[in-house]
């Protein structure tokens, strides 16, 4: 066990904790502190025992809104999951039916020949103009 002194409201304490826990005490005592920092500032010096309650109060409820916080999100997060878990195990849409047109071979033929001919006598009319 190891003996810390930790400062809370202006006030010394000595507290034992396990070894390797003395950080995480006196991040706790911070907390506690910085509540009776406070306390202290509104009402001036009070009695060790009701300057301790109200900090714990105070973190208490700083912590139960953090928590109802934490539940929301959770529920949140949960909805999300749910939601993203019914998308990818929906089946897959049915593929949608898309008609193009198509020109038979036959016409495009036909047109190509007619092309032909019309270029063919578009090349007799300028030799019969030029000559």
């Given amino acids: 066990m190891a ?3 930790i400062t809370i409201g202006g006030r010394d304490f000595q507290v034992a904790c396990q070894e390797g826990e003395e950080v995480f ?6 907390f506690l502190d910085g509540e009776a920092s406070v306390l202290t500032n509104q009402f ?4 060790e025992g009701r300057m301790l309650l109200m900090a714990g109060l105070m973190l208490a409820d700083k912590t139960a809104g953090l928590q ?4 929301d999100l959770e529920e949140k997060l949960a909805a999300q999951t749910a939601e993203l878990e019914a998308l990818k195990n929906a089946p897959a849409p049915e593929p949608e039916r898309v008609e193009v047109p198509v020109i038979p071979t ?8 007619i092309a032909a001919r019309a270029e063919s006598l578009a ?3 300028d030799e019969k103009k030029a000559g």
Avoid: C, F, H, N
């Fill in 123 to 125: 090349d007799t009319v």
């Fill in 68 to 71: 109802e916080q934490a539940r």
């Fill in 25 to 30: 005490l006196r991040a706790a005592a911070k």
């Fill in 106 to 113: 036959s016409v495009v033929e036909t047109m190509a020949e």
């Fill in 44 to 47: 001036g010096r009070l009695p």
């Fill in 3 to 5: 003996d810390i002194t």
